[in-house]
């Protein structure tokens, strides 16, 4: 019984892992809860900027591309084990994560991390003590507030940059620090209750594709695709559209 | 740090056990009387009491453990600008550290009622009556009576119960926020898996923490189940608890 | 065709009711209702697989070869020391691991496995795992888990099949194997029936931790939809539901342990007809 079973086990299991390594489909992978960056639209399937810049990338690399949501803190793990090829969710580029993984050239402009609190609370981000600070676990704003405050504050550390925000409208951080491009659309949907505080800090550089070291053709591929967005304006138009920013790569 | 991998993952999660020590602490001296109560609840004749302690009872024994704690965390957090702050309690009730214990409480104080419940009604009733015929007062006929043989009858269940109060433990930090270097064993595992992907050498050695302190839990327990027993001759007491899987929860 | 059943309804109700018909009817919403697939067909086939997997470690707990017995105690004893949470999130990554290593042993160059710098060696060898492969090492892993309390369970009934039923059996001239599958098995569910139900609820709560494996289930949804909302391209704009949805999870799970308790005293009832000790 016992044998028969790995008889049939191991060529099934084979294929699967010859398929995996042989398929032209690439997996991309975003979290699906940081708005507009990657969401879960209201269809229930991933949206955003990054999806867009996602598809569009692929197309211009003649790749069939598919998505896989999957959680922030474990996102470099599942991505060095193999279960996708690419991440695109609102990561920034960073030489601890470059110990682990590869990026792409950069696809979002270094984006000033920004502190917000709700309406009504002075802060002075020079001199921050006794708080609570909310962050999203495992991001640079993470790192950089226990380095900076963690002596003096608490930081609370959230597995999604929504439950920061979510607690933080509910009183229980005293200010979330986060992305600018997170945290704008929630201080202008907010009508008034979360505000901006004391000044931005920029802590990292821009924002690329997650890749693993092994997987230079990808890399190549992708940098080409982007290359070419930039130089024909669509990288700009699409940032224009989700972020109203720009333009960053015309010549 | 250590040369051996062993013996360095044993130090460093030597501190993060302390956190579901303290959640398994914290927890049973609030959740072991309320049990009692709720036990009790459900025996009453008067269906004022007995139906909101069966309720209470049936649901968090009836729900996943998981979703108890999202659940009571989001319903905490939205009271948190009207209730907690005004009255200046927020920073202790919206913390983990308090909220963990709070869930872990009514969960295992459901449970636990359940064993007592069922010990209480498997107290001969003859016994009862004999002691209401004597003219003790209620009160007294359940802390002379029942309760003592309830207690002797339960304890090896509620011995369970506590093992796996203690496992519920690692369940606080997959759902509520993490304070500083405040984490727990799977926490911190999961952390050291991340970083090289040794699966087999983190989660072993969390595994060796959580099996450590379950058999202290069952070997203090069997003390304590030798000395409610003492009145009787060796060969009359009821089998202790032991390690051997016995009870379900 | 939900449109236009919506549209029919829109004729003879309120808008407000109307209004939190189609919220609760949003392309997202049904996702989450999709999604209970994930949650009870990992408690069906988890349930199964917790059956064999009682079943062979009860065999092996009343084996008469000393080895297979001592595997069958270390299984059960198990549980009684490891968390299943802990068990659940291992055993999926060193199953993919050790698959991984087993590949690597063969399709790897030997440079690759000896550099060993990262993990698997090499691309050949590395095993995708998608959200069907999560679902089954997951389904595998409760079953491993409930199996093991199944196999406690399972034990004890065997041992409550009446010896004298047994010795009759063997002094008919049954074989070791008959007497096994033809008494013990046959009789022990109707003993079995009361602690397999418990066991059932177990593993129907330890479902709702489906979402630590990446699997989108319906504790990944509810967190999805209840979260704050800002931006009216992503949906409904809203505060914090997250409450409202996880008292939903919530009550949704009482009302299955209601159903699996009536639908087990049915059971229990037919299985137990026509057997002495039942009454």
């Known amino acids: 019984m016992k044998k028969q079973l790995l008889k049939i086990m191991i060529p099934a299991l084979s294929m699967a892992v010859a398929g995996a390594a042989s398929a032209q489909t690439v997996r991309l992978a975003s979290e699906g809860a940081y708005a507009p960056f990657n969401y879960m639209d209201d269809s229930g399937t991933l949206a955003g900027f990054e999806i867009d810049l996602g598809n569009a990338l692929c197309e211009r690399a003649e790749l069939d591309c598919e998505w896989v949501q999957n959680e922030w803190d474990s996102m470099i793990p599942n991505l060095v084990a193999g279960n996708y090829d690419g991440i695109l969710a609102g990561m920034t580029i960073t030489e601890e994560r470059l110990q682990t993984i590869d990026f792409s050239d950069e696809y979002f402009p270094p984006d000033p991390s920004k502190f917000v609190v709700l309406k009504g609370t002075p802060l002075d981000t020079s001199a921050l003590s006794g708080l609570k600070i909310g962050v999203q676990g495992g991001t640079i704003q993470a790192a950089y507030a226990e380095e900076t405050y963690g002596a003096d504050n608490d930081i609370l550390s959230f597995e999604t940059g929504d439950q920061a925000i979510a607690d933080l409208a509910a009183g229980n951080v005293d200010v979330v620090l986060a992305d600018g491009g997170f945290v704008d659309p929630v201080i202008e949907g907010s009508q008034g209750a979360i505000v901006l505080a004391g000044d931005e800090v920029l802590i990292g550089g821009g924002m690329g594709v997650g890749m693993r070291k092994d997987d230079d053709a990808l890399e190549a591929a992708f940098n080409a695709a982007l290359a070419s967005m930039k130089a024909d304006g669509s990288l700009d138009a699409l940032i224009q559209e989700y972020f109203n920013r720009g333009p960053f790569y015309a010549d | ?249 | 065709m939900l449109e236009s059943f919506l549209t029919f309804l829109g004729q003879y109700l309120p808008d407000s009711l109307m209004a939190s018909l189609h919220y609760l009817t949003s392309g997202k919403h049904l996702a989450w209702y999709a999604s209970l697939r994930y949650t009870l067909g990992a408690a069906l086939l988890g349930a199964a697989l917790a059956v064999l997997f009682g079943l062979a470690g009860a065999a092996m707990k009343s084996a008469r070869f000393a080895p297979l017995r001592a595997i069958g105690h270390i299984y059960t004893t198990m549980v009684r020391g490891v968390p299943d949470v802990l068990f659940f999130l291992f055993f999926p990554l060193a199953f993919e691991q050790a698959v991984e290593y087993f590949f690597a042993q063969r399709l790897c160059s030997a440079d690759e496995l000896a550099a060993a710098g990262s993990w698997p060696p090499c691309q050949a060898a590395q095993w995708y795992l998608g959200t069907t492969e999560y679902f089954i090492l997951a389904c595998v892993s409760l079953g491993l888990v409930y199996g093991a309390f199944a196999a406690n369970v399972i034990h004890g009934a065997m041992q409550s099949v009446p010896a004298g039923q047994i010795e009759a059996a063997r002094a008919y001239g049954f074989s070791d194997r008959q007497v096994f599958w033809r008494f013990r098995v046959r009789q022990m569910w109707v003993y079995a029936l009361p602690g397999l139900s418990n066991v059932w609820m177990l593993l129907l709560k330890a479902t709702s931790l489906l979402s630590l494996l990446q699997i989108a289930d319906i504790v990944q949804w509810a967190e999805r939809l209840g979260a704050p909302n800002y931006l009216a391209r992503v949906g409904p704009v809203h505060p914090d539901w997250r409450w409202k949805y996880y008292m939903a999870l919530f009550v949704f799970y009482i009302l299955l342990t209601m159903l699996s308790e009536w639908f087990f005293r049915k059971l229990q009832a037919r299985a137990g007809r026509g057997i002495l000790s039942q009454s």
């Open chain 2, 1 to 249: 740090m250590l040369e051996n991998p062993i013996l360095n993952d044993i130090a460093t999660l030597a501190k993060p056990a302390l956190f579901n020590i303290y959640f398994a602490l914290a927890s049973i001296p609030v959740g072991f009387p309320l049990a009692v109560l709720l036990a009790v609840g459900k025996c009453q004749r008067s269906r004022w009491l007995r139906w909101p302690s069966s309720a209470f009872v049936y649901a968090f024994r009836g729900s996943p453990l998981f979703i108890q704690f999202f659940m009571v965390y989001s319903v905490m957090l939205s009271f948190n600008l009207s209730h907690w702050k005004p009255m200046g309690i927020d920073w202790l009730v919206m913390h983990p550290l308090f909220i963990g214990p709070v869930v872990l409480v009514a969960n295992t104080s459901a449970y636990a009622a359940e064993i007592f419940y069922g010990a209480l009604r498997a107290v001969p009733k003859g016994q009862i009556e004999a002691a209401q015929a004597l003219g003790m007062s209620r009160w007294r006929v359940f802390r002379s009576v029942s309760w003592p043989q309830a207690l002797r009858l339960a304890w090896p269940a509620y011995t369970n119960e506590l093992v796996f109060l203690f496992h519920a433990t690692t369940l606080v930090y997959f759902t509520l926020p993490v304070i500083n270097e405040q984490k727990d064993l799977m926490n911190k595992a999961g952390e050291l898996f991340e970083r090289d992907y040794n699966a087999v050498l983190h989660y072993s050695v969390a595994a060796l923490y959580f099996l450590v302190i379950s058999i202290v839990i069952f070997r203090f327990a069997a003390w304590y189940h030798t000395r409610l027993n003492r009145h009787l001759a060796p060969a009359e007491r009821p089998p202790a608890p032991s390690f051997k899987p016995r009870y379900l929860r």
